[in-house]
C-alpha cells in the first residue's frame, strides 16, 4: 500500500511563507488528479490546488496568487505558500486520486499568527 507523507509544516508569521512537501512511498498508476487540501478546526475539508493528468491546475479563490502547486517528479508534490494570512491556518492534507485507489497523506499543520 502506497503512503503519502506530508512535511514542511509550522508557525509562520502573517505574510511568510512555507514549502509543503509530499513523498509517495512509492509509484501510483492511472491517477486522475493530484493536489493539496486543508481543514480548519470546526470547518469542512477543503480543496487548495490541484493538478490533474493533463495538466490542468485549480486553485481555491482564496489562494489564487499566493500558492503554487507543483510536481518535482512522480513521487513528490510541493505546495509553495506565500503571503500567509491567518485565514490559512489548518492542517493540510495531500491526495492523490487514481483509478484504482484514493489516497490521503496523516496531514501536517500549518499556523498562521503572530
Known amino acids: 500500500q502506497v503512503q503519502l507523507v506530508e512535511s514542511g509544516g509550522g508557525l509562520v508569521q502573517p505574510g511568510g511563507s512555507l514549502r509543503l512537501s509530499c513523498a509517495a512511498s512509492?509509484?501510483?498508476?492511472?491517477?486522475?488528479?493530484e493536489g493539496w487540501y486543508r481543514q480548519a478546526p470546526g470547518k469542512q475539508r477543503e480543496l487548495v490546488a490541484r493538478?490533474?493528468?493533463?495538466?490542468?491546475i485549480n486553485y481555491a479563490d482564496s489562494v489564487k496568487g499566493r500558492f503554487t502547486v507543483s510536481r518535482a517528479d512522480a513521487n513528490t508534490l510541493y505546495l509553495q505558500m506565500n503571503s500567509l494570512k491567518p485565514d490559512d491556518t489548518a492542517v493540510y492534507y495531500c491526495n492523490v486520486y487514481s483509478r484504482t485507489a484514493d489516497y490521503w497523506g496523516q496531514g501536517t499543520q500549518v499556523t498562521v499568527s503572530t
Open positions: 512509492g509509484l501510483i498508476f492511472n491517477i486522475y488528479h
Open positions: 493538478i490533474t493528468t493533463g495538466g490542468t
